[in-house]
């Protein structure tokens, strides 16, 4: 049976990838709706796409409201915007959160009815091209046909998909992740490693992507803690951004799979960023995960040399497991307890949390039957 992959239409990296975009800036439109945060305003990465627009002879209008993870009602704002200025395209700077809102916004110029209405569908009808520069090395959301949208009003986290929200462009360009403080790194470089690792281990896995996953967990391995310690250091953020953009490739074709399901009910519930939910969860998914696919884990190991063709794939599946936890802890993944969640407000909700998590359907790719009562207990020894 043959497999499909899709990826960005054009994809510009490196040192001055930029300027160099800006002959494929100019084909898009006339007119972009520039989607961002107000961090990313003054940081002076706004700064940095609108002179290439305007030097590309593209006027646009910028609506930096994406202050937090999306919402619901932040994507209504940005329609809005997009209408009242008669614009024909989308860029966005900044991380996932403003990444994931061009495309929501993006979904409604051209889908009907609200953001919501699309939970659990494919999204089909055309959309207005989009333009991702990502200022984080993480999330992937240049290279996906994801998005990840709050609803305000049952509280839980809306994933929401359609080959249309792939990117016509992505600027991979270090410059922007220049800016990024060491929290940031770290939350959105575990982040990229968790996409390898559930792309890599998620039964929809297929060669390509492997290949993809298998580049992004060694690169990240090598580079993420440098670019942590260090965040001036050229290579290690240029290649952290390669890993997120490989990472986001490989989980974008073969689907993520337990830690995501579990983290974003979490993010959902008690507001915890995407990235640093991922991470919290990494320890206990994985550990269950294992004996489901100790080859996996084990071939996993084996590429960050933690472990040699001579272990049993199950020492090899721990050894690259006991690495995963050692990351995180280099880079001050705190636990539940330690970003200041309430725990017995966190048990209250213990139950609604399981159901989300099976609900989105993410756990199933997991190579192990998970039911919602072995999430229940996941989300127990978190605490532990």
Not at 9 to 29: M, N, R, T, W, Y
Not at 220 to 233: C, D, K, Q, R, V
Not at 352 to 380: F, L, Q, W
Request: proline content about 5%; aromatic content about 6%; hydrophobic content about 45%.
């Amino acid at each position: 049976m043959g497999s499909s992959f899709i990826m960005p239409k054009q994809i510009i990296s490196g040192e001055h990838a930029l300027e160099d975009s800006k002959p494929f800036l100019a084909v898009l439109g006339k007119k972009a709706l520039l989607v961002t945060d107000t961090v990313m305003v003054k940081l002076g990465n706004v700064a940095l796409l609108t002179k290439a627009l305007e030097e590309a002879g593209i006027d646009y209008v910028i609506y930096d409201g994406i202050n937090g993870e999306p919402t619901d009602t932040m994507i209504d704002k940005g329609l809005r915007i997009y209408q009242e200025n008669s614009c024909d395209f989308l860029a966005a700077v900044g991380g996932g959160s403003p990444i994931d809102s061009m495309k929501a916004i993006a979904a409604l110029v051209t889908n009907p009815g609200n953001i919501s209405n699309y939970m659990g569908k494919v999204i089909s009808n055309p959309v207005p091209p989009m333009v991702a520069v990502p200022t984080t090395a993480g999330t992937g959301s240049e290279a996906t046909q994801f998005t990840i949208i709050t609803d305000t009003k049952k509280d839980i986290k809306m994933l929401l998909k359609g080959a249309v929200l792939m990117p016509a462009l992505a600027i991979i360009d270090p410059q922007f992740t220049m800016t990024a403080p060491p929290a940031i790194t770290a939350a959105t470089g575990l982040d990229a490693l968790t996409h390898a690792i559930e792309a890599y281990t998620s039964r929809k896995s297929q060669p390509l992507t492997e290949t993809f996953a298998l580049s992004a967990v060694k690169r990240i391995f090598t580079y993420l803690p440098e670019a942590f310690h260090n965040g001036s250091n050229v290579t290690a953020r240029e290649q952290m951004s390669i890993a997120a953009l490989e990472a986001g490739i490989a989980f974008n074709n073969s689907s993520v799979t337990l830690v995501h399901g579990m983290s974003r009910p979490i993010g959902a519930m008690f507001h915890v960023p995407h990235g640093i939910s991922n991470a919290m969860l990494l320890n206990v998914c994985f550990a269950f995960a294992l004996d489901g696919a100790y080859d996996r884990f084990a071939a996993l190991g084996r590429e960050i040399g933690v472990s040699s063709e001579q272990e049993s794939d199950a020492d090899a599946a721990n050894a690259f497991l006991s690495a995963v936890c050692g990351i995180c802890k280099e880079c001050e993944i705190p636990t539940l307890a330690g970003y200041g969640i309430d725990k017995e407000a966190f048990f209250a909700v213990i139950d609604k949390m399981a159901e989300d998590a099976i609900a989105s359907g993410s756990p199933a790719n997991t190579r192990k039957a998970v039911t919602k009562e072995d999430v229940v207990e996941m989300y127990k020894k978190l605490w532990e």
